[in-house]
RNA sequence: GCCGGUGUAGCUCAGUAGUUAGAGUGAUUCCUUGGUAAGGAAUAGGUCAUGAGUUCAAUUCUCAUCAUUGGCUCCA
């Protein structure tokens, strides 16, 4: 007999050799159509596989946690392989994975890359979960399994890579695959299926690789699941940016000026400027001093901070002097502009830190493929600081950093978002530029630092900036995609290759370390993923148009003139509806403008000198005389 | 940059299996002067992304380019 001990602290004894599935079906039958996963002591593990083990603790897992989503699409996964198989029979299968939404599985199609797959494709799937196979995983010598896939080099490929005990198959049906699992019970509880869409992708993502095609999809085991799965799909469209900027008319592209060069439009402008006044405001108490740079910069200069070695391809060339021998390039960041600026005269420790602001724009030559609306562009504005200071204020001064980011965040309402430190890939160290020593401090700085905030992290190899370490925060966009906004970086090298200097107390000349940083990140970016967590719906102050007057007919609209004029004075930003149109529809144009309050005014308003408010998204607020309304938008700003 | 999809009026989209196009909305003008999410009418607005090719004839078919879009790669 075996002890199984529940999540809830319930134990039972069990015979030796029983399955999790035997277990739950014994403890709740109807509950157990319903488990997807388990995991015993800590370890997920698949479902009919036996329990030798004495005294274990088992949890089971549903729909409603991650990892039973995750087994649901994994067992998909194979449905999927074996559904390419039959449809495909010289295919290749790879590598696939469950991902957050769905499940993907890279597939050599031996004809080349091939991405429209009918809706045959799901119904043949489907046929396949409904004859309903158990998932068993077996071990396999890996000699066994070498040979087994003598046809396909790319599972060789993987298996070569596997321990001899790692090397672990999976069959249902009559589809067998090189697996490590875990999946849920048997192919029957699958039952819907979604193509979603597929791309070519290279083997080990190198383009020097063989291009697979990669086939995304999404299953769910009832209907229920996915129609809410594909409710949210269409809301989350509807947030987009790229469609609110077009309807809130925030900003907009012309192929004639460039792709990737945002033309911002009036409304788009007062949500910038309020922006960069807000971030101003609280760099100022943060001690930052505001510097103006140049957008162009002479080609020496990027040699130098060895810029040009990494990014000479990826940068706009604006001017060749052959006679001046010198080159002059669009700035693509701003930090040796004020290196240079930092350089300009001498400093004493006295002086430090010194932090020189700046909404630098610069331009870089996305590739074309990577352009995407607001959030990669070629051209953009950094909300760019560069911090000189000593190394003794080092960790204090990135703590004031983090604190800043986090107080910007958090002021625009964002609540989710990763933080993730950013080290050097140790494979690949001829990305990087600068000494060992400095790499190392630098890298024990950021984690010091984080570590005495107490700050949920994540440490990721391979993401640093080619000078030095950086701590990133990343936020999702409406469809789920990361994007970086924040960043702080910790950086010895410029200053070396700068040669900065400061006089210490000793009279000695010292070596000051630089921390980039930009809680935005890039305005645009900012405003993109702005727009798509607020849907639009902007807090008061970042709004456009704050108050639009609806007089309910000409005869009012001096009277709603005399209200606008007032709002003026007190920096509102207002407007009047004056189209002959009705109440009706004024209202419904400003409710889909987003306009956080209309002031509604005729016969009864003027009689007593009052306005009417409605807010947006809310609803009649009744009469306000105008005082009261005052204090009511002073309230919201 | 790579593999797909898409490109028709300011916006959202129909349509033409090859004979130079239509709706809704927005815009303009007129009527209407209305009370919390769409009042009515008329008018203007398109070399059907661009360039080549096939054809008696191309917005429609083919190719290329550009833009855009979903992924991949990249992101100082």
Redesign the pocket.
Known sequence: MICIKFYDGFLKDYPSGITPIEIALDMNEKKAREVLSASINGHQVELSTPITKINIQIVFYSWENTLGKKAFWHSSIHLLGQTLLQIHPQAKLTIGNPIENGFYYDVDLVD??Q??FSSNLEERMLENARKNSIFELYSIYKAKSLDYYKENLYKIDIIKNLQEGDTTFCSNDDFVDLCRGTHIFSSGKIKYVKIL?S????WH?D?KNQ?L??V?GISFPNEKHMNEYLLKFEEAKKRDH?KLG?ELDLFN?S?NV???LPLWKTKGTVLRRSLEDFLMRAQKKYGYEMVVTPHIGNKKLYKISG?ID??EN??FLTRFSHHFGEEILLK??N?PHHCELFKSQSWSYRDLPKRFAEFGNVY??????????LT?TRGFTQDDAHIFCTTDQLVDEFHRVIDLVLYILKSLGFEQYTIQISLRDLKIMNKYIGKEQNWKKAEEDIIEAVCNKNLPTKIIHGEA??YGPKLDFLIQDS?K?NW?LGTIQIDYSLPERFDLQYQGPDNLLYRPVII?RAPFGSLERFIALLIEHTGGNFPFWLSPIQVILIP????YIFYAEKILHLLYKYGIRSNIDL???????K??DA??NKIPF?A??????MYDGTI?I?AH?I??MGKFTFEAFLELLFNEA
């Open positions: 080349g890359p991405q429209n869409n791309s070519g992708v290279y993502s383009e291009q095609t990669r995304y790229r077009k592209f192929d460039g792709a990737g810029h990494k990014y990826d940068s693509s960041m930090c870089r030559y996305e590739q074309s493929g990577e352009l995407h609306g990669r900036a080619f469809l995609r970086q980039h309910i007919s000409e005869k189209r002959s149109e009705k109440t009706g529809k209202i419904r409710e889909i209309m509604i005014v005729g016969e009864k308003e009417s409605r998204t609803g009649n």
